[in-house]
C-alpha cells in the first residue's frame, strides 16, 4: 500500500501517473522477492480532511508486461556502470509517460528536466494543446462570466456611491429571489492618495520612488 498525503483541492486530478508508476515498481520487488501476486492500493489522504481518504482508495494492477519490463530497467540501471540506458526511440517530452494531460490537468513526470533538459522544452507541446482545448471550450462560458462580472461591477458602484453620497451604513435591495446587502466598514482603510502626493511635491521629487517595468502579455490562440 502507497500512502499520499494531498489536500482536497488536489483530490480531482488522483490518483497522479507517477504515484501508480512508483505503486507498480513496489509491486514488481515484491514479486521478484518471491511474493506470487501482490496486492497494490494507492491511498490519498487529505491533510485538511482526512475522511475523504475512505473514497481515495484506488486498486493497482500490475500486468506481467508491466513487471517484464521493470526488472529489465532494474537489471540495465544495476548492470550500467557510469552511463544512463539509452533512452527509447517511441520516447518524446511531450507525451507519457514524459508529460501529457491526465485527468484533464496537465502531468510532467518529477524527473522531466533532468532526462530532457537538452531538449530545451519550456512548456511540453501537449500541455499547450490540451489546455488550449479546454481553453476554446471555454470560451463562450468565459465571455458570459466576464459579462455577469461587468454587470455586477457597475452595480456595486452605484450602490457603493450612492451610500457615500447619502452618508448610509447599511442598504438592502430585495428581488424576488435574490437580496444585495451592502454594508460599509466599521473602521477605515487607509491608503495612499497618489494624486495628493502629486499635489504637494513636483514630479522630479516622485520620480525616484518610480520604477520602470515591461510588462509580459500572454495570448492563447488556434493555429
Not at 126 to 145: C, H, K, P, Y
Not at 175 to 185: K, L, R, W
Not at 214 to 221: A, D, G, M, V
Amino acid at each position: 500500500m502507497e500512502v499520499k498525503t494531498t489536500t482536497t483541492q488536489s483530490l480531482a486530478f488522483v490518483p497522479s501517473y507517477d504515484h501508480i508508476a512508483q505503486t507498480k515498481a513496489y509491486m514488481a520487488a515484491l514479486r521478484f522477492m518471491g511474493v506470487p501476486d501482490p496486492k497494490g492500493y494507492l491511498v490519498y489522504i487529505p491533510a485538511d480532511s482526512p475522511a475523504q481518504a475512505l473514497n481515495h482508495i484506488y486498486p493497482i494492477i500490475l500486468t506481467d508486461d508491466e513487471y517484464g519490463t521493470l526488472c529489465e530497467r532494474a537489471k540495465t540501471l544495476i548492470e550500467a556502470e557510469t552511463e544512463p540506458p539509452p533512452i527509447p526511440a517511441h520516447y518524446s517530452p511531450n507525451k507519457l509517460p514524459c508529460s501529457g494531460i491526465v485527468f484533464n490537468a496537465p502531468y510532467r513526470c518529477p524527473y522531466f528536466e533532468r532526462c530532457w533538459g537538452e531538449v530545451g522544452t519550456i512548456v511540453p507541446r501537449s500541455w499547450v494543446d490540451g489546455l488550449g482545448t479546454q481553453l476554446a471550450a471555454m470560451d463562450e462560458i468565459i465571455a458570459q462570466f466576464e459579462q455577469v462580472m461587468k454587470a455586477r461591477d457597475e452595480i456595486e458602484k452605484k450602490i457603493k456611491d450612492v451610500m457615500r453620497e447619502k452618508g448610509l451604513r447599511e442598504l438592502t435591495i430585495s428581488g424576488d429571489q435574490f437580496e444585495i446587502v451592502a454594508q460599509m466598514a466599521d473602521k477605515p482603510r487607509e491608503y495612499l492618495d497618489i494624486k495628493a502626493l502629486r499635489k504637494d511635491f513636483s514630479d522630479e521629487i516622485l520620480k525616484r520612488y518610480l520604477k520602470e517595468t515591461y510588462p509580459i502579455f500572454i495570448r492563447w490562440r488556434k493555429k
